[in-house]
């Protein structure tokens, strides 16, 4: 049932609803009745054919469920290409990298912006899981003029190795299924999907694997104290492995990763006892994963610290940590939103300004969406000559 305040689909996507959830369903009862939350994420996000970022769904834009920084204003594209040509010129040439290029807005930006400076990439390529989001990203590109459009390059899979250059990422921690924990006085417990007695999804729990129970006392340790009874939270599993396999591939250059997140001391704060799982549907946020599945997105914050970690501990060395705020001022907003409104008049012209706002105020994305610098053979310094937070991590 759709709660008052969130509009109804239309008739197409409550059967493509229908279709994803009885795949989940099917899900469920191949697992005994438990379905673990990461499971369920990657069905009703990446099912091939079904979930939300593998089928038609808008999902970006003001038509869309969420917006990014990329779609509200050129700005934030315009700033991150000073950082690209910053590594790009330390190392004498590379490429880019990006993943998870959503809509092809950011890739739009700052190859645009890189042409501008004369500071072009040899490539840029798309690492992307989404059929549907690789068609729509070859739509936006092929918008660009042939000299940047032809340096674009999809990729299955990371490059083997050797990659020199800038690997990007705008929100793409976050959509990386987390699994869901409980702590609870006799033990860790692992939360997941059932089906309750009117047949609808709900809550079921297990006591956690050796994997789930290691990686909450991993956070205990870190903590220096137990979390409290009850208190309930996420741990990203894949995102260890994700982060090395980066580390990996890039010979020499930087590894740039922006996301809403914490450090882990922030993230497991006591008063924070419910998570950080968010849900996305039409602009409304709300916090009913099992709602229309397959039609919103499912996010988690990123824990910055098991990020800067693991890229550590991949031989990466940790050049910033701060908000995107201090970020953006320091890579050239001000810059920046002077150039792309100098050609504007009246409202286009204000809506512009205000959109551009939106990335550095602190109550909007400012200072809950973070930016990450590590790096290989190269000390880039553009965005993060301001505050660094490095020391919250
Ligand atoms: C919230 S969207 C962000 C899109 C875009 N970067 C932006 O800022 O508008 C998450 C993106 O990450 C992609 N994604 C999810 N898991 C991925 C993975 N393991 N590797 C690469 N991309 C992934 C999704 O398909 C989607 O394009």
Redesign the pocket.
Known sequence: MIPMALPAPDAAASEHSARVRQAVVEAIAGGGGFLPFDRYMEIV??APGLGY?AAGAA??GRGGD?V????LSPVFGRCVAATVADVLAALGGGAVL??????G??ACDVLTALAARGALPERYEI????AD?RDRQAASLATLPAALRDRVVWRDGLPAAGFRGVIL????A???PVRRFRRTAAGVVELGVGLGADGAFAWASRPADEDLARAVAGIEVDLGRPLDDGYESEVCAVLPA?VASLADVLEAGLLLLVDYGYGRREYYDAARRGGTLTCFYRHRVHADPFLLPGLQ?L?AWVDFTQVATAAVDGGLELIGYTTQAQYLLDAGFAAAVADVTQSLDGIPRLNALAAAQTLVLAGEMGERFKCLALARGVAPTVGFRGRDFSARL
């Open positions: 996000l990446y970022y999902k970006f969420f990014t920084a990329p779609e990006e993943l998870g290029a959503g809509s807005r950011l690492l992307e899981v989404s989001l990422g705008n929100e793409v976050d959509a990386l994700f997105d996010t």
